[in-house]
């Protein structure tokens, strides 16, 4: 008499396929969902982050960061400073931040590009001007000194100037000014020591464009 062997207890995946085909779809989807939200919970939902507002601020404001107290007090459009040497490109006029800057660290701050206060304002929304477009120079109103050192704690008028196309703005129109601030790198390069780097943005100055033609008193 021939004996049939017993069959092999099913496997792990037969016997989930069985039990699946037993639960209904809805279920299935349901038991899924739940997963998932119970997965994102603890990153926040499925719901978007709210994107934060940058703060605010009007003309002659101060914006305090780890390194500089900057206060934008008005946008200028002016053809140039030629008794300065500073003049525009042929279909050009220039944009000018005047600014009040105090260093607040403990050593002088260059008002140089890269690494100096230049980096720390940038014109928003303006034609032919990104967050990428350094200033063309940055000057002292006192003496029209290019690449000033800022002493600590000594408040100074800077002119933040940008070459602008002639019909990029006019008189009275609003204009947006992106505040930077800094972090602070305690291991620099022996070149620089310790160091402000990786500007980003802080707050947004929002003032009108006052243009003063070939300017003398204006």
Known sequence: ????????????????????EKVPTKYV???????????????????????????????????????????????????????????????????????????????????????????????????GLDAASEPFTVVVLDDAAALAELQPRVPVELAYIWQVADDALAADDPIEVDVYDKTYRAEGFVTYGARYENPFVTARAELEVDDVGAGGDG
Request: charged residues 15%.
């Open 1 to 20: 008499m021939t004996t049939t062997p017993p069959a092999p207890p099913p496997t792990v995946r037969a016997r989930a396929k069985a039990l699946g």
């Open 29 to 127: 989807v349901t038991g899924l969902t739940g997963v998932v939200l119970l997965a994102t919970a603890g990153f926040g939902g499925l719901a978007d982050a709210p994107a934060t507002a940058l703060p605010a601020v009007g003309a002659g404001e101060s914006v305090t960061g780890a390194q500089l107290r900057i206060a934008v007090e008005r946008a200028v459009l002016i053809d140039g400073f030629p008794e300065q040497h500073i003049v525009p490109d042929p279909g050009n006029r220039l944009l000018v931040l005047v600014t009040e800057v105090e260093n607040l660290t403990d050593v002088p701050v260059s008002t140089s590009n890269e690494l100096g206060a230049a980096d720390n304002l940038r014109p928003v929304g303006v034609p």
